[in-house]
């Protein structure tokens, strides 16, 4: 798992200084831009992966608690002493408040997902949206190429 996030890590590295590379034959300011809101998109990145790795064993605990609830539902020994005491009833009860609570972690953390993948979506279309911009800009008052429009 470090290999794979390792590799993924370094081909963004690389990536982003190819894509910086070829903004400096342009403006400073792209470059300015496409540093800031990549920053800002790593660390709302590194915050994610914090607030995931903060909240893991809380996960840990609703599905202890869950398979703990259906391995005494399931184990044939206890059968007869929950059908005798009722407690059926009772096991259900307790195992879908368990889902419940797990149920509502699970909407919050994908709540926390969504907005971190909507604020980085914002992100990428502001950096592209404005060299985009500025490119055709250059097309069409300084007569860049089309081919180093497509380069860019």
Not at 105 to 134: C, E, M, P, S
Request: aromatic fraction near 16%; hydrophobic fraction near 55%; charge should be positive.
């Amino acid at each position: 798992m470090f290999w794979f996030r390792l590799q993924e890590i370094i081909y963004s590295v690389i990536c982003f200084v190819i894509y910086l590379f070829l903004l400096t034959h342009l403006n400073g300011i792209l470059i300015l831009v496409s540093v800031l809101t990549t920053v800002c998109g790593f660390l709302l990145q590194r915050r994610l992966d914090a607030w995931m790795y903060k909240h893991k064993e809380e996960e840990a605990q609703h599905i202890q608690k869950m398979s703990y609830i259906i391995g005494v539902a399931s184990d044939w020994s206890g059968a007869k002493d929950i059908r005798i005491f009722g407690l059926r009833p009772w096991l259900n009860e307790v195992y879908n408040k368990v889902v419940a609570t797990y149920t509502a972690f699970h909407q919050k953390a994908q709540g926390v997902y969504i907005w971190a993948r909507i604020v980085d979506l914002v992100l990428t279309f502001l950096r592209n949206a404005i060299a985009y911009a500025y490119l055709i800009g250059l097309v069409i008052g300084n007569g860049l190429s089309v081919s180093d429009f497509l380069l860019f």
